[in-house]
């Protein structure tokens, strides 16, 4: 492969990142470009590797954080099953941590609901 092929093979790995992402982030094109400040059209010339034009450096920095993803995850070109992997695992760390907040809400609905009870029995008596 020639420097060109090589360039082109780079772009359209971080395009497919970008667009991994953001729809891990449930974002539509129009969602990051707004946020981002750049037409739809751009970015999806980006996300499919044919833009015709270089991704600047600050572009890509306001991408990651957009994405709230880190720059070198975001550019890896040589990892993407890596990086899906600590996604995936950074989601299930979230997931957990919401299960234990719903299991702790139900426990509190629960203690409330005997407070009320108990109050309700006292007022009685």
Known sequence: MDNRENYIREVQCIGLRIAYFRK????????????????????????????????????????????????????????LEGSKREIQKQFNDIRELFEEMKQFNDELDAMMTNMTSLEKSAAEQ
């Open 24 to 79: 891990l982030r449930r974002m539509t094109q129009a969602d990051l470009a707004q946020a981002v400040h750049i037409n739809k059209n751009y970015l999806s010339h980006i996300e499919s590797g044919s833009a015709s034009k270089v991704i600047s450096l600050p572009l890509l920095i306001m991408i990651s954080k957009a994405l709230d993803v880190d720059l070198p995850i975001l550019v890896d070109i040589d990892d």
